[in-house]
């Protein structure tokens, strides 16, 4: 290790070694250059003067010889500026280049924060002049931020998720459609606590079971603070193929409603008219006349899907579809008792003819 590290620095001190050597050669040299001058000059003068040893001649032997050194003296420092001159430009070529560099990257800097600063108030103007609640925007915002300061990992990453499906959410509903795995009770339920005027439901044997879960209380309760506090009107039609699947239990369950102020009724397929008859029918749920809930079984009869439909057309679609069989199912002076009612009650016979509210 001595050694290398002795060798290395000698090796550091032979650089400027070599400068000084190789600046005393040359000068050595121009040295003698003009002495061999001073001599030639001499020994001219002596051969056109037979005066040997006369004061001009040596006088004009040492002006030419130092006039040789001073010549190639001056040369040298001619060069020696000009490459120093040559090195100053490039390196003020080479500073302005790094500061107009800079001053891109600078430019750039600031315009990219002017730009988000643009794009953020744009954002924050676009949400303030929104009919929604500007407030609870905020408040997710910040709420996201703490959140990513303080927050473990997992929870960074569970709240990134969150964030990820709400925005997904927002943007489905902006091109007024939405759908999720499943059956989204939750979605159920808010959209019941949002509902102003109607809420209009078919309730076919895909979701008998949900009605005695733990959401379908929370479903019926809403509906119930709905018709309490802002009078919406509410109507559901519990859907059979066969008058043999009206059973005490659908009959219960249909006047459970009624207790909770739902208008809910019962209609047999096989009984209604052919065109309140709909083989294809899914479960949906229209609020207010503007979105149709609906959900769609898969090969076991169970909701695989949910989706949210905004579209004029479709929703108006599903709306006159109700209409038809709410008229088809509604009661008649003439109703009689259901010969396969197994605890009282009765079946709804379809009206006829068919009339639109």
């Known amino acids: 290790m001595n050694g290398a590290t002795t060798t290395g620095a000698g090796g550091l001190r032979s650089v400027p070694q070599q400068g000084q050597d190789q600046r005393r050669s040359k000068l050595f040299l121009k040295t003698l250059f003009a002495i061999l001058a001073g001599g030639a000059a001499f020994f001219v003068t002596n051969v056109l003067n037979e005066d040997n040893g006369a004061l001009w001649q ?18 040298d420092f001619g060069e020696r500026l000009e490459a120093v001159q040559e090195s100053q430009k490039r390196r003020i070529r080479d500073m302005r280049d790094s500061l107009s560099a800079h001053h891109v990257e600078m430019r ?41 300061e303080q927050g473990a990992d997992i929870v960074k990453a569970f709240a990134e998720e969150e964030l990820g499906r709400l925005a997904l959410l927002m943007e489905n509903l902006g091109n007024r459609t939405a759908d999720c795995p499943g059956e989204n009770h939750e979605w159920l339920i808010d959209l019941t606590r949002c509902v102003k005027r109607t809420l209009y439901a078919t309730s076919t044997s895909v979701d008998r079971d949900f009605w005695s879960s733990e959401p379908a209380r929370r479903y019926l309760a809403a509906q119930e603070t709905a018709i309490k506090s802002r009078r919406v009107q509410i109507r559901r039609v519990f859907l059979v193929d066969e008058e043999s699947e009206v059973t005490r239990d659908l009959r219960e369950l249909c006047e459970r409603h009624r207790k909770f102020g739902i208008d809910a009724r019962i209609a047999v397929r096989t009984l209604l008219e052919p065109t309140a008859q709909m083989n294809s029918l899914n479960d949906f749920i229209i609020f207010d006349g503007e979105l149709s809930y609906e959900t769609e079984p898969d090969i076991h009869v169970m909701p695989a899907k949910t989706t949210l439909k905004m579209t004029r057309e479709h929703v108006e679609e599903r709306v006159n579809r109700f209409d038809v ?19 009282g009650g009765t079946v709804t016979r379809p009206a006829d003819p068919l009339r639109q509210p």
């Open 58 to 75: 040596w006088t004009m032997s040492i002006v030419l010889g130092s006039a040789t050194l001073i010549v190639q003296l001056l040369v």
């Open 108 to 148: 750039a800097a600031v315009d990219e924060s002017f730009a988000k600063i643009n794009a953020a108030t744009e954002l924050y103007s676009k949400v303030d002049g929104s009919v929604l609640r500007s407030d609870e925007v905020t408040r997710l915002v910040l709420g996201y931020t703490k959140v990513g």
């Open 325 to 343: 069989l709410w008229e088809a199912t509604e009661p008649t002076p003439d109703s009689a008792p259901d010969p396969a009612a197994d605890g």
